[in-house]
């Protein structure tokens, strides 16, 4: 049941119900994580320093889907699950795990020093990818960066698409991060399938203009980690070769990574299917629609 659990991104119709709602959806058996920020107010003349939520409305709920859709059915306040505006908002928004945790682990620490951004109000590219070794983020990784109007470095960890925290650097010690990767499949047809649909929507779905929403971020990590786990793998027959190499092809045309290599896997693939192959017809189609591209 465990595997089933995933974070969701949970929106609120009821304003400042934030905590509330993290509250009562702990004390119904789920995770729930609301990103919170200090604020000072000035109440009767004194300034008073207090936790607020981060952003308004922006709560993360971990659960199965049916535990996550009952609860906000019967929640005491008015929630919804965020979904993707890519695909006619069908598909739920789902957090990575190990995103999701590095993040909760970071911000939770010292909210007076973090600082959240929007995706657009930073740039994640600049910077090294690293793994605090030792103190209170051992073992935790995350982008050194510096942030505009700071002096000091940051540690700046993300939920895919979704938000951005910066943590000021104290002196512990930090290593480059090894690059992690996906283990192969336990289910080469589910992933394979998987494949082709997110690489399917990335290419030919999602308009140019709707490549810097939130929820496109999430598509692109998910796609390089279903296709790590597949890339190892061969068909033992024409068909199931074809069937594999045209999605790791999608996905390499849309990453540019290996694009040459992947096509030329998916020709030898299809040269060897019959003419009236249905699956023969479906690769050559791909095969020309990405050269248009």
């Known amino acids: 049941m465990d595997e089933l659990k995933k974070w969701y991104v949970i929106g ?7 905590l509330k709602v993290r509250d009562d959806a702990r004390r119904h058996g789920l ?22 939520p981060a952003i308004t409305g922006l709560m993360f709920i971990k659960g199965t889907l049916e535990e996550v859709k009952d609860y906000a059915i019967h ?4 929630v919804y699950i ?3 505006t890519f695909s006619n908002k069908t598909d739920y928004l789902v957090i990575p795990t190990k995103a999701m945790e590095d993040f909760i682990a970071i911000t939770e620490q010292h909210e007076e020093h973090v600082t959240y951004f929007k995706p657009e109000e930073i740039s994640l590219r600049a910077g090294d990818q690293i793994r605090i070794k030792g103190g209170i983020y ?51 047809d589910k992933d394979k399938k998987l494949l082709l649909e997110i690489a399917h929507r990335l290419l030919f779905e999602i308009p140019d203009k709707y490549q810097q929403e939130n929820e496109y971020n999430l598509l692109l990590s998910e796609l390089k980690r279903v296709r790590d786990r597949l890339v190892t793998f061969k068909g033992y027959t024409p068909a199931s070769e074809a069937e594999l190499a045209l999605p790791l092809y999608l996905a390499a045309v849309k990453l540019q990574e290996g694009t ?34």
């Open 82 to 84: 965020r979904k993707s």
């Open 138 to 188: 051992d073992g935790k990784e995350g982008i050194v960066m510096r942030i505009k109007g700071k002096r000091s470095k940051q540690l700046v960890v993300q939920i895919p698409g979704v938000l951005v925290a910066a943590v000021e650097l104290t002196p512990e010690l930090i290593e480059m991060a090894p690059e992690t990767r996906e283990r192969p499949s336990k289910d080469v």
């Open 260 to 293: 040459s290599e992947a096509e030329e896997r998916l020709q030898k693939a299809v040269f060897k299917l019959k003419d009236t192959s249905k699956l023969k017809a479906k690769c050559l189609e791909y095969i020309e629609l990405c050269k248009k591209l």
């Open 12 to 18: 609120s119709l009821s304003p400042r119900k934030e």
């Open 31 to 52: 995770e729930a994580f609301v990103p919170l920020r200090y604020e000072v107010k000035t109440v009767r003349g004194q300034k008073q320093r207090k936790l607020v």
């Open 75 to 78: 929640a005491p306040f008015q």
